[in-house]
C-alpha cells in the first residue's frame, strides 16, 4: 500500500503560479511511476502529467505542456507540480496517483491515489 497526500492547492490569478506537493507512505515510493490527474465540476477526471520512478522521463498532457513541469524527490517521497502561466481552465481539483512500472496516462492504470486538493484560478 502506498498513501499519497497533496498539497499546495488554492486561489490564485492567471497568469501565476502555484506548486503542487504529493508525499508519499507506505512502500518503498521510488518503486512507483506517478501521475498528476485533475477534474473540473461536471468533466471526466483527466492526465496532466507522469513521472518515472527514477525522474528521468516525464510526460505531460498537450494542454499543459510548456506550463507545467512535473519532477519528484524520492528522498524525501514526494513529488512535485510546478505549474505557471495558471488559465481559468485550470481550475479543477488535482490528484497525484501511484503505479508500480511504468507511467502511464490513463486513470485505470493507477492503483493508489490521494483525496485530492483544489486549484482555482481567477480571470
Known amino acids: 500500500q502506498v498513501q499519497l497526500v497533496e498539497s499546495g492547492g488554492g486561489l490564485v490569478q492567471a497568469g501565476g503560479s502555484l506548486r503542487l506537493s504529493c508525499a508519499a507512505s507506505g512502500r518503498t515510493f521510488s518503486n512507483y511511476a506517478v501521475g498528476w490527474f485533475r477534474q473540473a465540476p461536471g468533466k471526466e477526471r483527466e492526465f496532466v502529467a507522469a513521472?518515472?520512478?527514477?525522474?528521468?522521463?516525464?510526460y505531460y498532457a498537450d494542454s499543459v505542456k510548456g506550463r507545467f513541469t512535473i519532477s519528484r524527490d524520492n528522498a524525501k517521497n514526494t513529488v512535485y507540480l510546478q505549474m505557471n502561466s495558471l488559465k481559468p481552465e485550470d481550475t479543477a481539483v488535482y490528484y497525484c496517483a501511484a503505479r508500480g512500472g511504468m507511467y502511464g496516462y490513463d486513470v485505470r492504470q493507477y492503483d493508489y491515489w490521494g483525496q485530492g486538493t483544489q486549484v482555482t484560478v481567477s480571470s
Open positions: 513521472i518515472s520512478r527514477s525522474g528521468s522521463s516525464t
